[in-house]
């Protein structure tokens, strides 16, 4: 059996102290099982990645691309076997992958070179994120450095805790362009987190071209929180997120929130307002105050044609239909709405998702609640577990990266409490309702609402470090994610990586940096 070696609360240290990122017991998300050894591998200018079938031949690609920019070599992908004089990077499918369960892997790194073995191209592709942060944090540059490009020797088997991790962005209430999203894409597949949940529509913007309903975006899009220009995607710049989300291993996943959060719907169109009049360019952060009108038959062909045209543009198997803070809404209405709109989403052939509140609406059994409270005792939301329904947890206590980190923080909202770092690290996405099973956790997702986030940097700065911490809670076994102490020595060991990659991250004085 492997073990690590190390006893929990000791991150491994370099000769000046700090604990060194490039090595193995030092990554973030932490791995399952980790050896160390002595037997290093240097890359060099005649180091090949080598690839046996063309399934992993996307993946060597990525690899390439990450590593040639800092190390100026031309590490050219060469069909196997074949190691090269002086040692090759091998990405192979394993067969015999009976101990690697689906996105998991096995890397070992030896004298001769580097072997990433997975069941699957996802698998794979978690390996060389590890295989990313075993070497020196100058790989991350974008030009090329003089630099002994050292993967640390050892062997590792790992696989994520929850097949689902997540990363939600507000682009409605700030709009945020495709180059941005790819960006946010990138920093979910550095830390090993796999779903992008994109939330395109809200009372300040709607923010996705729908063929049918043209005004949404000719008159719906072109204003946000505070009155700047907003923005939408077009189908074809959509695809070109869903395409890079896809080559990351990402699945993207949208949100169209109804019957509340809708006022840009109601401003584009004065037939889906219940006095048919265009409501009011809205540039506000009230929330609560707008739905779409129950007793006109137009919208539910409105919501019938946005969900099958979002349906058609989206592989993913999943679609957001939101659901929260419908508060002109009785109970009784809103039941009746989602009763609608739900079985319009199975029709399309995806899984419904919707903020917790959807549950009280009795739902069919695949939809799925994102919980967003801030308190363990949620007895309708454990309820509905029992009934069957899955969960995605994203409590606005620890998973809420638009709330600040204290009361200095300038950026962020506070509603939910103030969330500094070692908050965002100390919770279990199994455990924080009460009486809910891991079985129907299907895991952890962080939220960025964009009320006051305008700007990448600002986007950073809330992210790094609260992210990286919930993407290890995503990934790593439960027993080895349980201990800030031990945690905030590999966090602040990422420190050098951000820096040359220029990440705008928050310098927490509860987190040691190097
Ligand atoms: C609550 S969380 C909301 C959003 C706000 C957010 C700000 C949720 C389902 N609804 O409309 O942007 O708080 O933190």
Redesign the pocket.
């Known amino acids: 059996a492997l073990s690590t070696g190390l006893g929990v609360g000791m991150a491994k240290q370099s000769s000046n102290g700090t604990a060194d990122s490039s090595e193995m017991e030092n990554l973030v998300p932490t791995p399952v099982d980790v050896k160390s050894s002595k037997a290093d591998y240097t890359l060099t200018e005649n180091t090949v990645i080598e690839v046996r079938d063309g399934e992993a031949t996307e993946v060597a690609e990525y690899l390439a691309g990450l590593l040639r920019p800092s190390t100026g070599y031309e590490l050219p992908i060469v069909e196997g076997p074949s190691t090269g004089p002086d040692g090759s990077i091998s990405l192979r499918l394993a067969s015999d992958s009976s101990a690697i369960q689906s996105q998991g892997y096995r890397l070992q790194v030896n004298s001769d070179g580097v072997q990433i073995r997975a069941s699957e191209p996802a698998g794979l592709f978690a390996g060389v994120q590890t295989l990313r942060q075993l070497l020196p944090p100058a790989i991350e540059a974008d030009t090329e450095q003089s630099a002994e490009w050292t993967v640390s020797g050892g062997r590792i088997r790992d696989y994520p805790r929850f097949t689902y991790r997540g990363a939600h962005l507000?682009v409605a209430?700030h709009f945020f362009g495709v180059e941005t999203v790819k960006q946010y894409i990138d920093y979910l597949a550095q830390y090993k987190v796999n779903h992008l949940h994109l939330?395109l529509t809200?009372d300040q913007g709607w923010r996705i071209e729908i063929d049918g309903w043209p005004n949404l975006t000719d008159e719906g899009a072109d204003s946000e929180v505070g009155g700047g220009s907003g923005g939408y995607y077009t189908k074809e710049e959509y695809a070109e997120i869903v395409q890079y989300a896809q080559s990351r291993f990402v699945t993207v996943i949208p949100e169209i929130?109804m019957p509340g959060?809708t006022g840009a719907a109601l401003e584009s169109y004065a037939e889906l307002n219940c006095d048919g009049e265009k409501r009011q360019e809205d540039t506000g952060?009230n929330?609560?105050d707008t739905s779409l009108c129950l007793d006109k038959e137009v919208t539910y062909e409105f919501i019938e044609d946005v969900i099958s045209e979002v349906a058609e543009m989206t592989p993913g198997p999943y679609l957001h239909i939101?659901?929260?803070?419908a508060h002109t809404l009785s109970d009784e209405d809103y039941n009746d709405f989602m009763s609608c709109a739900i079985p319009m989403v199975i029709e399309q052939g995806k899984r419904p998702i919707g903020?917790h509140?959807i549950l009280g609406a009795d739902p069919p059994e695949q939809t799925i609640g994102?919980f967003?409270g801030t308190s363990s005792d949620a007895p309708e939301v454990a309820a509905a577990a029992e009934e069957g329904h899955e969960l995605i947890m994203?409590p606005?206590t620890d998973a809420?990266l638009?709330?600040k980190y204290n009361e200095d923080t300038e950026l962020?909202?506070d509603?939910?409490g103030y969330t500094p770092v070692p908050d965002a690290y100390d919770w279990d996405p199994a455990g924080y309702i009460d009486g809910v099973d891991e079985s129907s956790i299907m895991g952890p997702e962080t939220?960025l609402?964009?009320?006051n986030i305008r700007t990448l940097s600002d986007i950073e700065f809330m992210l790094f470090p609260r992210f990286p911490g919930v993407a290890e809670l995503g990934w790593s076994p439960e027993a080895k994610t349980d201990d800030w102490d031990e945690f905030k020595h590999r966090l602040a060991a990422q420190a050098p990586r951000w820096n040359v990659q220029g990440v705008n991250y928050y310098q927490s004085p509860q987190v040691p940096w190097p």
């Open positions: 507000d209430r939330h809200d929130d959060h952060t929330v609560g939101g659901g929260d803070e903020w509140q994102q967003w994203s606005a809420y638009d709330m962020g909202l509603w939910a939220a609402w964009s009320e």
